[in-house]
Antibody, heavy 119, light 108 residues
Framework: QVQLQESGPGLVKPSQTLSLTCTVS??????????WSWIRQHPGKGLEWIGY???????YYNPSLKSRVTISVDTSKNQFSLKLSSVTAADTAVYYC???????????WGQGTLVTVSS | EIVLTQSPGTLSLSPGERATLSCRASQSVSSSYLAWYQQKPGQAPRLLIY???SRATGIPDRFSGSGSGTDFTLTISRLEPEDFAVYYC?????????FGQGTRLEIK
């Protein structure tokens, strides 16, 4: 059973960089066939795809966030990470990591972590 | 970017009734890349349907998906108490992924 777990600071100051890591267990990122993803949900709102990465390092980002987002992978630790720069209060959200399958649907999710942007 | 519009915004039904949720796309979506999710308060979304009509592992057969092109439907044949939640559709196209705004299914 694949499990994903987000970790990182729950509070980030405006203009700084939000950094989160997702640790995958029960399966290897290096085995291929899946895209490792970040999705966020503003409080009380819907879901927004941020981007994803393949084990090889190929990345795909939401065009609306592309200029501020970097997703990277560390196959040796079975982890992938999100960096979102120049954050504002509008980036306050629950951030989920998830696995996208060959149908580009998200079949496994982390439990989510709330990140608040505030001074 | 493909915009997904879900209707209705809120659906009020009773257990045992049939629920029909709609997802309309601003342009044609490949059926292979249309999915539905259920989300309960405080939980991550759960994949229900992928490829427009295939049930994900462990999903009861009262959930079914259909549609093609720009119009897709999620049907719950007989509502159970645990089915009251928010439902999202999601698509992949042109190297980007978007979600609908959600339909809240509430107990009448």
């Amino acid at each position: 059973q694949v499990q994903l777990q987000e970790s990182g600071p729950g509070l980030v100051k405006p203009s700084q960089t939000l950094s989160l890591t997702c640790t995958v267990s029960g399966g290897s990122i290096s085995s291929g066939g899946y895209y490792w993803s970040w999705i966020r949900q503003h409080p009380g709102k819907g879901l927004e795809w941020i981007g994803y990465i393949y084990y090889s390092g190929s990345t795909y980002y939401n065009p609306s966030l592309k200029s501020r987002v970097t997703i990277s992978v560390d196959t040796s630790k079975n982890q992938f990470s999100l960096k979102l720069s120049s954050v504002t209060a509008a980036d306050t959200a629950v951030y989920y990591c998830a696995r996208a399958d060959g149908y580009n649907s998200f079949d496994y999710w982390g439990q989510g972590t709330l990140v608040t942007v505030s001074s | 970017e493909i915009v997904l519009t879900q209707s209705p915004g809120t659906l009020s039904l009773s257990p045992g009734e049939r629920a029909t949720l709609s997802c309309r796309a601003s342009q044609s979506v490949s059926s292979s890349y249309l999915a539905w999710y259920q989300q309960k308060p405080g939980q991550a979304p759960r994949l229900l349907i992928y490829g427009a009509s295939s049930r994900a592992t462990g999903i009861p057969d009262r959930f079914s998906g259909s549609g093609s092109g720009t119009d897709f439907t999620l049907t719950i044949s007989r509502l159970e108490p645990e089915d009251f939640a928010v439902y999202y559709c999601q698509q992949y196209g042109s190297s980007a992924i978007t979600f609908g705004q959600g339909t809240r299914l509430e107990i009448k």
